[in-house]
């Protein structure tokens, strides 16, 4: 099917909504309808896309051949099942975590339906709409379907990645890995730099570097051998200090710094950045801490 001949519509019209549809556009791709529960993210959405009309949901479904429901995770079923959908359309939600299930009215209506989860994050629309080429998009749909999700991953130009049902939660939280655990990991070292007097803006910004540092050598050299850190270099002695200090300025902070050595011993021996002695050698440092864990317990 000509991508350009689809008329495109959104249900819901939140920051993801608004990146695609605006990516779509700036493709050459019809994003003809949208529609929302606040009038306003609607408006806000059409008026950067000529021609886009902002109408109510049975109108977008009555209008358009693709219409992607872009509404929060927990309202997608309900907005499925409150239109009625034209048979031979296509209705495809953006959940990373939602089955495509979700959807199943669309079906039983005659639509066919799927999924299409961009990788990216989109907390400002307006540099997600310009990050998306590049990033891997999830697709989950039979044909025709699943040639028409295809080809308009390789328009915006995004790498495609296939999922069989049932798989989505499992995939949804391997994202989350590489995403919001990040802030989580930058807000542990931002706490320990304010022990000194640092802010945590000045901590974040100092260690972004580092971050972007350690992202750009996995790019380049791959996991394992672009892992910097004493553990891929078998330097048990820092691991040693870094457990006291640890244990000296917040005992609850040890147990997800032993979990996370751990791993990266895992990875270090898997690519034979360290032998077997070293990782062991390793793990009785990080045996040491635990079982100064369960003492203060006791």
Known sequence: MDLDALHIGFIGCGRLAKALAWHCGRRGL??????????SEAEDLAQRLPGCEVL???????????????????????AAESVRWRAGSFVVHCSGATEVSDLAKAEE???????????????????????????????????PLDAVLVALAERLGCAVNRL???????????????SQFINAL????AVMWQSWGASEEAAVQALLPLVRGTVASIDQAGLVQGMPGPVSRGDVASVRKHVAALEAFDAGSVPLYRELCE????????????DAATAGRVRDVLAGAGRAELRRAA
């Open 56 to 78: 109510e949901a049975q109108q977008v479904a009555d209008r358009c051949d693709l219409v992607f429901v872009t509404t929060p995770d927990e309202a997608i079923r309900r």
């Open 263 to 274: 791993r990266t011993v895992l990875l270090a021996l898997d690519g034979a950045r360290i």
């Open 186 to 189: 930058l807000r542990e070292a």
């Open 30 to 39: 019809r994003v003809t309808a949208v529609a929302s529960l606040v009038r």
């Open 109 to 143: 209506d005659g639509a066919s339906i799927g999924g299409f989860h961009p990788l990216q994050t989109f907390g400002d629309p307006e540099a997600a709409a310009l990050s998306l080429p590049g990033c891997t998009v999830t697709v989950e749909g039979q044909d």
């Open 164 to 178: 069989p049902p049932g798989a989505r939660p499992l995939y949804h939280a391997a994202a989350g890995y590489t």
